[in-house]
């Protein structure tokens, strides 16, 4: 379902403030399209869209989310041309080494969903970093989905739980939802939600599909250097007028 974008910036009058979700993940789509509408290198989009990461992550703060998770980078991105690749790194590193003292003074806890392990070492570095720095931080959470694909998680989980079974760790017990759930990257977090796509397209590219089973879904037709507060609370809005049954149905 497409959630609108007219910017009309009244959009944060409309919600109720106590029906805020409290995990929203986002698809951050478009920054190369819209760079090449501009004429302008996909290199451009892709700084346009930091910023807009940077302006979204404040406002959902500023609003009462509790974690948003970004898609920032990922496991098939690695077959983008070299200088793209090379060019989101240093963008991450510049991202994480520019913010970390505003980070630290909005209480923002910054973690990571993906295999980070395999990111260029200086990127890794600052990555860990960034972590342990804001691990103390209360506020919104914000987790960067980096290296990451949903397939690749559920794997990764299946593995770590068959070790740790093998390990004597968890005993021979029934694996369950909510054991599997505590292997996920996103253990740590609220259920998810909302997922929010910008761009256009109409699919979730690999992107926490265990989480999202029932979160509900917002398709929003700007590309995402153009999202901004006012498009995040009209996604919030549309959120809350949609009634969330998780399978069951509605009384009578």
Known sequence: MDCGHEQTGAAENLLDKQKIPGHIAVIMDGNGRWARQRGLPRTAG?????????????????????????????????????????????????????????????????????????????????????VKITAPNTGLTLNLAVNYGGQAEIVRAANHIIRDKADGKIGDIEITVDLFAQYLYTASLPGLDLLIRTGGDMRVSNFLLWQAAYAEICFVDVFWPDFNKDGLCRAIYEYQRRERRFGAIKDG
């Open 46 to 130: 892709h700084k346009a869209g930091a910023d807009a990461l940077r302006a979204v992550a404040r406002a959902a703060g500023e609003l009462g989310v509790k974690a948003v998770t970004a898609y920032a980078f990922s496991t098939e991105n690695w077959k983008r041309p070299a200088y793209e690749v090379n060019f989101l790194m240093n963008l991450l590193d510049l991202y994480l080494t520019g913010e970390i003292n505003n980070l630290n003074k909005e209480n923002v806890r910054v973690v990571f969903s993906g295999d980070i392990a395999a990111l260029p070492g200086k990127v890794r570095e600052k990555a860990e970093k960034t």
